[in-house]
């Protein structure tokens, strides 16, 4: 993670207030298959920790979805309808939306970006080779990581505002405010050619699909969510209704944190969704008759350490040789998430916490999910 990303986050995690961690684990696992078992092992390793609370684990098997929560302490398990953060997951839905312009002709992956902004941006460009819209999806766009410079001053103030002026402080960046900052960006090298992991990249594809769609991101998103996967409670923003519903974030020391929303342009996009959600998430992605969803998985950069990037997702293999598409989240609120797909076993994997004890741990329980789950 960046640096300046980091001392954002970081940050938002100076609000909380002090909740003990409880020994008892409730969960609504039925126990009655050998997947269920399975699943209540490795969550109950999970949650030994004392700053882990709840815990959804969504998982496709077959085709065929299976849904458990677990929580430690006091008070009721997470609901199907409970909100988390999906931190850095939330990449991925841009760059499905992006996939979905191609498809539509409205966009084409090699574009200058330039051909979709206001006013004139000579700088964004490196000895004539200019920034592409594949650039901004796949983390080699060679853009700042982050929009402002921030120095340690400035950052010192902000830490010290109250949690409403700190709702105010992201809402105040907007959309002009990073057209404006983009005519003082800087390019390094030629995009396309190195990879270096970009939330502000990914803030100015979502400008960017504003222009071409005339419409915000988050009615956009939303829309196609519903339309075509029949998703209805993910979202980048929240209502104040809506953040009621979201489950408490805790720090490392499991303490809860007051939800601040970054509802601006500054730093990366975000995202909240339902265990239930991301579970259509992941069969929606595991459809190979979509074609937006097939060109956000196709691979545009591969890394030195062979990892390739598609549009937002993340292509490897497990070390036993699984093909999977992935990506991982972690947010300032306190959220921590994992998805991980297995297309040619037609699974997934959805991991869902409210700790921030690190996505670490995360894959450790994928690892220990998966090298029994398929097979059973």
Known sequence: ????????????????????????????????????????????????????????????????????????????????????????????????LLAQAVIEKKVQLTDDIRKYLPGSYPNLQYKGHPVRLVDLANHTSALPAMSRDYDDKYIDSVSKLKPEAFRKFYQAYTVDSLYRDMHHFTLDTVPGTRYRYNGNAMMVLIAILQRVYQKPFDQLITALLKDQAGIVHTKPRLTSKEETQLVPGHDEQGKVLTFIPDNGFRAAPSMFSTPADMLRYAAFN??????AINLSHTVTFTKPDGMSIGLGWMLGKEDNGLPFIMHTGRDGCGFTALCYLYPDNDAAIILLVNDSSGQERLAALKDELISDMLQL
């Open 286 to 291: 595991l459809n190979r008759k979509n074609p």
């Open 1 to 96: 993670m960046h640096l300046k990303i980091f001392i954002i986050l970081t940050i938002l995690s100076q609000y909380c207030s002090g909740q003990e961690a409880q020994s008892a684990i409730k969960s609504d696992n039925p126990l009655k298959t050998p997947l269920d078992r399975l699943v209540q092992r490795a969550a109950e390793h999970y949650m030994q920790s004392p700053v882990t609370f709840d815990l959804s684990i969504g998982i496709i098997k077959n085709g065929a979805p299976h849904q458990y929560t677990f929580h430690h302490g006091t008070g009721p398990i997470s609901q199907p309808i409970s909100l988390f953060g999906l931190g850095s997951i939330a990449k991925t839905f841009v760059g499905i």
